[in-house]
């Protein structure tokens, strides 16, 4: 069984940063494209970012310039790397990936990790 393990959410204060990684557990399910969501206490997912199997990339309007997405395919891993941290980023934020393993291609979401972004 594979999944996407998430890493790197927790309590930082306004104007700080975070890096989130999103990686396969396993080496034989390589990351094809991914994408970073959030969701906030009572509102809805959101797109937040997401990445191509090369590294096209595309940032919603309110994270350009502060959120940056990447990937490592040596370690089978995406990356949210967050900048300038508001309250308002507060929300558990979910890693969105295709997953191969060379014959098919699988639909995977992480168990999310949580952001809060408070002084």
Known sequence: ???????GGGLVQPGGSLRLSCAS???DFSIKAAGWY???LGKERELVATITSGTD???GASEKGRFTISRDNAKNTVYLQM???KPEDTAV???N??????RQEYDYWGQGTQVTVSS
């Open 83 to 85: 900048n300038s941290l």
């Open 97 to 102: 990936a295709v997953l191969t393993d060379g």
């Open 38 to 40: 959030r969701q906030a």
């Open 1 to 7: 069984q594979v999944q996407l393990v998430e890493s």
């Open 93 to 95: 934020y979910y890693c």
């Open 25 to 27: 557990s396993r080496s």
């Open 57 to 59: 990339t595309n940032h």
